[in-house]
T-cell receptor, first 113, second 114 residues
């Protein structure tokens, strides 16, 4: 299994541009999450999904959108990028059941100039 | 909602010494407490976790203790090695939080000097 994969690894955007961060997992996990990590801070939850077609907001959803059309994919959309969205973005997944372990992808480093 | 505080923010130890990182949480309903290790340029990886019905858990050189009454939990690393150098995050979650949302501490940079 490749686990959780994310693309791209790095991206520089200009203010006002849009982009989609891709996340995929091949572990047949129901739950998927998007976090952002700012310097010196822990991870903050942006959005999460408990299964295909079901998404919900986390702590810091403003400026982002998500969709979950398949079990495997959970893309994060940034519309009208702002400097405040400069961060490292991590996607994670978890299987439904007794295990609470979340598995993280390698991250996408985004800079908005 | 849940709030997790983590101390210290940086920790330097000599190789072979022990390292202790402490976290406190605010929501008494939280019942799952994982610890993640993040190496430079990589995503966080789970190293150990503990549930609220257990007071201590060990895995080789790593142990976690939980005090539910005081609402704090700690990570203990014994016989530290240079490869233990990384950022460590604690987190907490409870069944009350739909989707098993994890709330993370701010992280501890551990440096093991050889």
């Amino acid at each position: 299994n490749a686990g959780v994969t994310q693309t791209p690894k790095f991206r520089i955007l200009k203010i006002g541009q849009s982009m989609t961060l891709q996340c995929a997992q091949d572990m047949n996990h129901n739950y998927m999450y998007w976090y952002r990590q700012d310097p010196g801070m822990g991870l903050k939850l942006i959005y999460y999904s408990v299964g295909a077609g079901i998404t919900d907001k986390g702590e810091v959803p403003n400026g982002y959108n998500v969709s979950r059309s398949t079990t495997e994919d959970f893309p994060l959309r940034l519309e009208l990028a702002a400097p405040s969205q400069t961060s490292v973005y991590f996607c994670a997944s978890r299987v439904q059941g007794s295990s609470d372990t979340q598995y993280f992808g390698p991250g996408t480093r985004l800079t908005v100039l | 909602g849940e709030n997790v505080e983590q101390h210290p923010s940086t920790l330097s130890v000599q190789e072979g010494d022990s390292a202790v990182i402490k976290c406190t949480y605010s929501d008494s309903a939280s019942n799952y407490f994982p610890w993640y290790k993040q190496e430079l340029g990589k995503g966080p990886q789970l190293i150990i976790d503990i549930r609220s019905n257990v007071g201590e858990k060990k895995d080789q050189r790593i142990a976690v203790t939980l005090n539910k009454t005081a609402k704090h939990f700690s990570l203990h690393i014994t016989e530290t090695q240079p490869e233990d150098s990384a950022v460590y995050f604690c987190a907490a979650s409870g069944l009350r939080e739909y989707g098993n949302k994890l709330v993370f501490g701010a992280g501890t940079i551990l440096r093991v000097k050889s």
